[in-house]
């Protein structure tokens, strides 16, 4: 009797170890759209006509024609020394004609320092302007990559809608989908806290939800018929309305 109930009790705590194991599997995965974000105002402001690109390029280039018109001077002034300095060796010259060739000779000399000394000078200039260009060629491949930070995401058409924060920068950003409905009006705030720099944008979408379970019991709702309705960015360009290859944003939006 005794072992029955053993066996009976052991049979038992099998059966809830198992449900408690079931259960941590069955793991419930909110649906999300993938969105890339390009800064468009921001690269503009870059790489317009008169702006901080096109001065450095405008610059780095009369700088490139300068520095080529010195490497000429000093090439010129260069062969000028060679040859006087040949001349002032001539022991057919009289002393007077030395001293001028002389003269000559130390003016050449002063003028090629002076020109070698310049055309350093607008080396440095040059290099400091490319390491500008540089840094400022690597914001804007930044914002076109679609690297920005979301402060927070709220949904506007649900009540008491938990706002849903974030602290990193991505380039392919997983936009929460409300798995109650199939329709958003999402509030976005995008920038940075730290420089005081903040936008916010709504975005509205429709979608429809399927229901998809693995061999785990891991539940997914998928969205399809992917459709942003609404919006007050500069421009969206759809990618695909269901699931893209490889973590395609469904969406490419420009603010």
Known sequence: MKDRIFLASLFLISVLIWSCQEDQEYLEYDPSVLMKFINQDSIDALTGEGDTIYILNDSIDS????????????????????????????????????????????????????????????DLVKDSLSNNLAFWNGVVNTMESGSVKIISIVNLAEEESPKV????????????????????????????????????????????????????????????????????????INNCQTSCNGGTPNYTVHF
């Open 63 to 122: 700088l490139t024609k300068l520095i080529s018109q010195q490497n000429v001077f000093i090439s010129d002034t260069s062969d000028n020394i060679f040859e006087l300095g040949d001349s002032v060796e001539d022991e057919r010259l009289t002393s007077e004609e030395r001293a001028k060739v002389q003269a000559e000779l130390d003016r050449n000399i002063k003028a090629g320092a002076d020109l070698s000394d310049f055309k350093d000078s607008l």
């Open 165 to 236: 924060e974030y602290f990193d920068s991505l380039t392919v950003w997983p936009i929460p989908l409300s798995m109650n409905d199939e329709y958003v009006h999402l509030q976005l705030s995008i920038g940075d806290e730290d420089v005081g720099v903040i936008q916010q944008y709504t975005l509205e979408i429709e979608y429809s939800l399927s229901t998809q379970v693995d061999e785990k019991g891991i539940v997914t709702r998928v969205p399809d018929n992917i459709d942003i309705v609404s919006h007050d960015f500069k421009s969206k």
